[in-house]
């Protein structure tokens, strides 16, 4: 008989996975996008929730319902060989590629450069960064005890000071919101829609899920239904409070540009907050707690991509794998959060489109009776297109006229593909491949997966 857990519980685990998620990116874009969305403000949040978090709460339910041991073991269902190269490279990705790095730009933005005088930031973020991923490294190699309690204290204290935060800005907002920026007076639900990429978490959540399943069969619950039931609780309780602060967020970013004036970055709105409402010692907290925060999610991080690619080639050893994986968190952070933000973007566009086609397959995977046809066909079709909008996006974020071969793929998709020009030309011939591949696979005997 499996046991019944007490809200509680379902608490402190949707806590525990809200640390998970919670990082860099979610302090900085959606205060980016309340600064530019302007009166748009909705419209555009909206967009980013459904990104989000709509997607990282549909990739906890995914792994959650497909029994896998996994992510490689899901995407296994694909093909072995595709599993290897899509974990690889989400792990990279959410890892020392973009989101690690991430984690030490987010930490001196907020947290240090206040404090740094304007012709030293290049030189006090090399210093910060040095610090910050050494201390990373050595947490990494020698885990302890205190980083799980640090993150248990951090999750509820971050939430407390956010909200007190918000509160504020909502009782006494810092301006009133103005007129909408570039794309956002057009296209702010498409624009919002595609920012919730950013924040990474559908792919964290298709390795995170993993950590919540493992949690709850420790505590007894062991039955699929079981598991699935209580990780949609779980996440349910996480992806509210995402959802929450998202929101608050982006509303301090939308009223502060009367006051604070258009940043490149979401990281200085909040830093610019808390000085005005709580004087340097609020400026003092906020940047303790950023950096604390940024600081276990970069070992997390790091840690996780460790123990994959060690699992990969056990040949190398965990230990170095942490260190390479360190050394070049240290290096792309150097490069500053505005540029790491722009040249994650492509990846994003590529990766996105294949991980939500993943969650599909795997929650509709009954109804053609796990057909790896279905699996195959539709992963085809959602990389033939997420590729060309990933070099497309490249090219506009580079300012550089598309590759001769490229240009004449853009334009035929743009001319028969619905939304394409809204980055989700992927979605409606993925959805017809399925249907017609999983009509097939139903009326003949193909190749199965195992469910």
């Known amino acids: ?27 900085i874009f959606p205060a980016q996008l309340g ?97 910050f991923f050494g201390l990373t490294l050595w947490l990494s190699l020698n885990p302890a005890k205190i980083v799980d309690n640090v993150g248990k204290i951090l999750s509820p204290g971050i939430i407390i000071l956010l909200i007190g935060l918000l509160i504020m800005a909502i009782v006494n907002p810092l301006g009133t919101i103005g007129s909408p920026q570039d794309v956002y007076a057009n296209g702010a639900f498409m624009k919002g829609f595609t920012e919730g990429y950013n924040t990474m978490d559908a792919l964290a959540a298709l390795v995170f899920g993993i950590i919540v399943i493992n949690v709850l069969q420790s505590m007894g619950v062991t039955s699929k239904r079981g598991i699935l039931a209580a990780t949609a609780k779980t996440g349910a309780v996480a992806t509210a409070f995402l959802a929450l602060i998202y929101v608050g967020i982006a509303y301090l970013g939308a009223t502060s540009v009367e006051e604070f004036g ?50 990969l080639i056990p040949k190398v050893s965990y230990k170095m794998f942490v260190i390479i994986f360190t050394v070049f968190c240290f290096i792309v952070a150097n490069f500053g959060l505005a540029n790491i933000i722009t040249y994650s973007i492509p990846v994003l566009m590529f990766l996105y489109p294949l991980a939500v086609v993943l969650m599909l397959l795997t929650f509709t995977s009954p109804l053609f009776k796990h057909a790896r046809l279905v699996y195959v066909a539709a992963t085809i079709v959602a ?47 993925v959805l017809v491949v399925m249907l017609i591949t999983g009509v097939i696979a139903r009326l003949t005997q193909t190749e199965t997966v195992q469910s």
């Open 1 to 27: 008989m499996q046991p019944k857990l007490s809200f509680s519980s379902y608490l402190v685990i949707g806590v525990m996975l809200f640390a998970l998620f919670f990082g860099a990116g979610n302090l």
């Open 383 to 429: 990389f033939l297109i997420s590729t060309v909008d990933g070099l497309k996006t490249l090219c506009q974020l580079l300012e550089i006229d598309y590759f001769g071969w490229l240009a004449p793929i853009i334009t035929f998709y743009e001319n028969v593909l619905p939304f394409y020009r809204d980055g989700l030309g992927w979605l409606l011939p």
């Open 35 to 131: 600064q530019y969305a302007g009166s748009n403000l909705w419209l555009a949040v909206l967009g980013f929730l459904i990104t989000g978090v709509g997607l990282p709460f549909l990739g906890v339910l995914a792994m959650g319902f497909s029994g896998s041991r996994n992510l490689q073991d899901l995407a296994t269902r694909i093909h072995p060989v595709y599993a290897v190269i899509f974990t690889s490279l989400l792990y990279l990705t959410i890892g020392p590629f973009f989101a690690a790095p991430r984690t030490g730009a987010v930490a001196y933005d907020i947290g240090i450069a206040p404090f740094i005088a304007e012709d030293y930031t290049q030189l006090g973020l090399l210093i910060f960064t040095l610090l």
């Open 262 to 311: 258009l940043f490149d970055t979401g990281g200085p709105v909040l830093s610019e907050a808390a000085a005005h409402y709580l004087g340097t010692f609020g400026l003092v907290l906020l940047a303790i707690v950023i950096i604390l925060a940024c600081l276990t999610t970069a070992i997390g991080l790091v840690t996780a991509c460790g123990e994959y690619f060690n699992t």
